[in-house]
């Protein structure tokens, strides 16, 4: 899990991204600087109340959510909180693939594992929170293409 610094107010508000899944769910909090604040992995029946606390710690304008699994039922939920940020769909075909890379790009294979080419290396954990990460760089990045 990664979050901000106590000692570093946040000036701007946040995306919170949100890949949604049957078991677990994927949640990471990234500001339009790119800079990620935070990424858990929680089970599905904990997200709402993650989000409510997530929501006390950082000023989150926008909930970027992936628009395949689940993403109708989602979307209603979060417009159900109390004074609902902007629900944003985006598009989340071939994320666990990127996902994957990206793993290995932020937490690098130390030992013998990196000798071992990257397509038959094993994660070691779930990466929802990741593909979470992907789907806010995704609407950053729809936002500022011309």
């Given at each position: 899990m990664v979050s901000a610094s106590p000692l570093s107010p946040l000036s701007q508000p946040v995306i919170l991204g949100l890949?949604?899944?049957?078991?677990?769910?994927?949640?990471?909090?990234?500001?339009?600087?790119?800079i990620l604040r935070y990424q858990e992995v929680v089970p599905v029946e904990e997200v709402v109340t993650?989000?409510?606390?997530?929501r006390q710690q950082f000023p989150i304008s926008t909930i970027v959510l992936g628009d395949?699994?689940?993403?109708?039922?989602?979307q209603h939920t979060?417009?159900?909180?109390?004074?609902?940020?902007?629900?944003?769909?985006?598009?989340e075909r071939y994320t666990s693939l990127e996902a994957r890379d990206r793993y290995w790009?932020?937490?690098?294979?130390?030992?013998?594992t990196q000798l071992i080419p990257p397509s038959l290396r094993t994660i070691p954990r779930p990466i929802d929170d990741i593909v979470a990460i992907l789907l806010i760089e995704?609407?950053?990045?729809?936002?500022?293409?011309?």
């Open positions: 890949d949604p899944g049957r078991q677990k769910c994927g949640l990471a909090i990234m500001g339009v600087d790119r993650k989000i409510e606390t997530l395949q699994t689940s993403s109708k039922q989602w979060l417009s159900q909180l109390l004074d609902p940020p902007r629900i944003m769909l985006v598009d790009q932020m937490y690098p294979p130390a030992g013998l995704r609407y950053l990045n729809r936002l500022t293409e011309p």
